[in-house]
């Protein structure tokens, strides 16, 4: 059967629509001016960006976006946040991270005595409680997020003189057990689950109630009953009042979505109701199609638009890098301004690729340069304190005086690095492969595993060992906000597994295309090009490799160049 969702305020959904990325971004920083984020401001927070994602789902109903996913993600994070600092402040230490606006916050351990009672709510009301709850489960992060739901379902008052708490006991012996006389929670048996869910199912007076109609159904659930599973979860959806004016956010009906996703993601059933009030994508929490089969070649388009190059700035950042390449013999800052060089030459092949489906001469250009800059920085700083060491840069040999610096840290290797498997000068890789990522500065990033791999790599140092531990990092680096490195495409590398290097290059592709369609980072100059996956494919396709992905992020005119050295 189809239940049609109800009409939302327009005036509501433009307001939501309009300007998010700026608003939600100063709204997070405006709180954090403001003194501590509470659990009141990341509620506060979530209800934004859920109204946001309901305003989205009036666009795509199925709501298979990045943007989508991005906006779920946080949504959950701001809730859990909630959730977090009711169960932990001021006691214990904890941290809140928000993707999309690229906002965190700490909260460090506080003297009781000296600690600000008022800003500590530890009783979270039920129903605010399941909407964090629901959020997790549709995000898959509840076990992350277990032990503060835990605390503060302990904190609630049995009964609570709500029935949502009834349905809080049934949710909490579903996932974790019956379990409120304990400070842990214990495993609990199919049959204590469903002996709970019907304790708290006899509390609630009235049998047609939201809470009763999701316990039937989260029972239904826990007793594997995909018939009484269905009719509970149809008859939650027609119960619910239809309300014109309502919040974006409404489109999206927590526990009904929570239910489905419980029901999917523990037995593999889709909803039979129709309707855009389930979300596929919220359902699956984002489940790829999957790719049985993969027709080559592939092709993965770049839907970020082209980046802006005023002239007048061209030609200062053109100034400046043909300074630095020519400096002054008396200049004392001669290898600094060389090492900014070499980002802003970077830039100016990210900005020029942007504009372009293949690399022009121009952009050549400015790869080889930047591949000799990079070089030249790793010669310098290999060479004997208080020599001087000559170097070629655009055909002229300049002298720079031997300086191991911040100037070679482990980010400005790793660029040195892709410009010269970009290229695939050799004597430009050399310097960088004796020098190491760490020859002047300890690497604390997210990326520090996978430099020490590819150098491994590229040193005939077994590599295998420190890709694992890139492979595990990258992992844990999840939601950093920062765009993982291309790892399983080193690891397919390392292998010698060609197949499974150009199935590793789709999916780090689409993954570089997906991080870049999210909030405003279509205009960052990263979205343009991946550096680390084109260095990757670049070396691929010189080591005889067929590269069977065809893309704006990897221009042909590279790869043919490749294949000729």
């Not at 109800?6 to 608003?23: K, L, P, T, W």
Request: with cysteine; aromatic share 8%.
């Amino acid at each position: 059967m189809r239940i049609e969702r109800h009409q939302v305020d327009e005036a509501a959904v433009s307001a939501a629509r309009e300007g998010f990325a700026n608003r939600i971004g100063g709204q997070v920083h405006s709180y954090s001016r403001a003194g501590l984020i509470t659990a009141t401001e990341w509620r506060l927070i979530s209800e934004e960006f859920l109204d946001y994602l309901g305003a989205l789902s009036l666009d795509t109903p199925d709501l298979h976006t990045p943007e989508a996913k991005a906006v779920l993600k946080d949504a959950t994070e701001a809730a859990a946040g909630a959730i977090t600092f009711a169960a932990y402040y001021p006691r214990c230490p904890f941290h809140v991270f928000l993707d999309y606006p690229n906002f965190g916050m700490s909260y460090d351990r506080k003297d009781p005595e000296n600690a600000d009672d008022t800003a500590h709510a530890s009783i979270v009301l039920p129903q605010r409680w399941l909407d964090a709850l629901c959020l997790a489960i549709l995000s898959d992060k509840v076990a992350r997020h277990g032990e503060a739901f835990f605390h503060t379902w302990q904190d609630m008052p049995a009964g609570a003189g709500y029935s949502a708490a009834e349905l809080v006991d049934g949710f909490m012996a579903h996932l974790f057990g019956d379990i409120r006389d304990h400070d842990t929670p214990d495993p609990a048996t199919a049959e204590q689950r469903l002996a709970a869910i019907d304790v708290a199912l006899a509390r609630i007076e009235d049998r047609d109630s939201e809470a009763a109609l999701a316990l039937h159904a989260l029972r239904a659930v826990a007793a594997e009953d995909r018939a009484a599973f269905d009719s509970g979860l149809t008859a939650l959806l027609q119960a619910r009042p239809l309300t014109p004016t309502a919040r974006p956010s409404s489109l999206l009906p927590l526990l009904p979505l929570a239910l489905a996703a419980l029901a999917h993601r523990t037995h593999g059933w889709t909803p039979s109701v129709d309707t855009d009030y389930l979300p596929h994508a919220l359902v699956t929490n984002f489940e790829p199609p999957g790719r049985t089969t993969v027709t080559w070649p592939a092709r993965v388009d770049r839907p970020t638009p082209a980046l802006p190059l005023h002239p007048g700035s061209e030609a200062h950042f053109e100034s400046s890098v043909q300074e630095a390449v020519n400096p002054s013999p008396d200049d004392p800052h001669a290898v600094a301004h060389l090492a900014d060089a070499l980002s802003r030459q970077t830039l100016l092949f990210q900005v020029r690729a942007s504009q372009t489906p293949d690399v022009t001469d121009t952009q050549l250009a400015d790869l080889r340069r930047a591949s000799q800059i990079g070089a030249a920085l790793f010669r310098i700083a290999l060479a004997e304190p208080g020599t001087s060491v000559e170097v070629v840069i655009d055909g002229r040999t300049v002298a720079f005086p031997a300086t191991r610096d911040d100037s070679t840290h482990p980010g400005r290797w790793h660029s040195a690095l892709n410009f010269a498997l970009i290229t695939g000068v050799r004597e430009d890789l050399a310097p960088l492969v004796l020098a190491g990522p760490t020859g002047s500065a300890a690497d604390r990033s997210v990326y520090a595993a996978y430099r020490v791999a590819l150098h491994d790599y590229f040193r005939a140092v077994d590599p295998a060992p420190a890709t694992e531990k890139a492979l595990y990092e990258a992992e844990l680096a999840k939601g950093s906000g920062f765009p993982a490195p291309p790892v399983a495409l080193l690891a397919r590398l390392v292998d010698g597994d060609q197949d499974g290097f150009n199935l590793a290059l789709l999916d780090a592709l689409e993954a570089h295309r997906d991080h870049y369609s999210v909030a405003d980072r279509p205009t960052d100059p990263d979205a343009a090009i991946d550096l680390d996956v084109l260095a990757l494919a670049c070396h691929a396709r010189r080591r005889g490799w067929a590269i069977n992905v065809e893309s704006p992020y990897l221009p042909p005119r590279l790869l043919r160049a490749a294949e000729r050295r």
